[in-house]
């Protein structure tokens, strides 16, 4: 089945979003989603790194381990090409953002270990996409989870101002709740588009 890049795109965000459909990604996001400001630091962050790792990861293994039927490595190239990007993300907003890096912390470099950044690049390689599809498959995905940390951290902003959530509710917990609703509205867009 010959998918358009632009579905591949959209079904990436919506019905096969990484965060809320494939359960990835889930330890930055509840991390995170603390304060919006933050949050859409990280979904930036997330979607530039991604969409970066997955172009490059898709030169070296087609371009380099195919050929030289190396693909057994492929993992540990993938993991060195991340490492790579997160610590050039890192040097960026180093130097123009202190602030956001400063607020970051220690989540900026768990971005290497955040498993949407290796599984974007393991989709691409087991579901035999060309370069576009890639780019559409990887930018849609990064989006996809950017959408759902800055919504998680927008309700949990607003619930704290009007809602006297229960102790035993505070933090992680509320969190698995606004992600469960959630999931249960993406799941709506089911039916729009089928990537394989």
Same mark, same amino acid.
């Given at each position: 089945?010959? !998918?358009?890049?632009?579905?591949?795109? &959209?079904?990436?965000?919506?019905?096969? +979003?990484?965060? =809320? !459909? /494939?359960?990835?990604?889930?330890?930055?996001?509840?991390?995170?989603?603390?304060?919006?400001? !933050?949050?859409?630091?990280?979904?930036?962050? *997330?979607?530039?790194?991604?969409?970066?790792?997955?172009?490059?990861?898709?030169?070296? /293994?087609?371009? #380099? =381990? $195919?050929?030289? +039927?190396?693909?057994?490595?492929? /993992?540990?190239?993938?993991?060195?090409?991340?490492?790579?990007?997160?610590?050039?993300?890192?040097?960026?907003?180093?130097?123009?953002?202190?602030?956001?890096?400063?607020?970051?912390?220690?989540?900026?470099?768990?971005?290497?270990?955040?498993?949407? *950044? $290796?599984?974007?690049?393991?989709?691409?390689?087991?579901?035999? /996409?060309?370069? &576009?599809?890639?780019?559409?498959?990887?930018?849609?995905?990064? #989006?996809?989870?950017?959408?759902? &940390?800055? !919504?998680?951290?927008?309700?949990?902003?607003?619930?704290?101002?009007?809602?006297?959530?229960?102790?035993?509710?505070?933090?992680?917990? #509320?969190?698995? #709740? &606004?992600?469960?609703?959630?999931?249960?509205?993406?799941?709506?867009?089911?039916?729009?588009?089928?990537?394989?």
């Amino acid at each position: 089945m010959n !998918t358009h890049p632009l579905l591949i795109f &959209i079904a990436a965000i919506f019905p096969h +979003n990484i965060a =809320l !459909t /494939y359960i990835l990604g889930m330890c930055p996001l509840i991390a995170i989603s603390k304060n919006l400001k !933050t949050a859409f630091g990280m979904g930036i962050s *997330v979607i530039f790194v991604v969409t970066l790792t997955a172009v490059i990861n898709w030169f070296v /293994y087609n371009l #380099i =381990l $195919l050929p030289t +039927n190396s693909q057994i490595i492929s /993992y540990v190239i993938f993991i060195i090409t991340i490492a790579a990007s997160v610590q050039l993300v890192e040097m960026l907003l180093e130097r123009f953002f202190p602030p956001l890096q400063v607020a970051f912390g220690i989540f900026l470099p768990l971005i290497t270990v955040n498993c949407i *950044v $290796l599984a974007v690049s393991l989709f691409m390689v087991l579901r035999e /996409y060309d370069f &576009i599809k890639t780019v559409c498959f990887a930018s849609g995905s990064a #989006i996809g989870w950017a959408i759902t &940390i800055v !919504t998680v951290s927008a309700i949990k902003e607003k619930l704290l101002l009007i809602a006297d959530i229960p102790k035993g509710l505070k933090g992680p917990a #509320i969190t698995m #709740i &606004i992600l469960g609703i959630l999931s249960l509205a993406f799941m709506g867009f089911g039916g729009m588009v089928k990537i394989r």
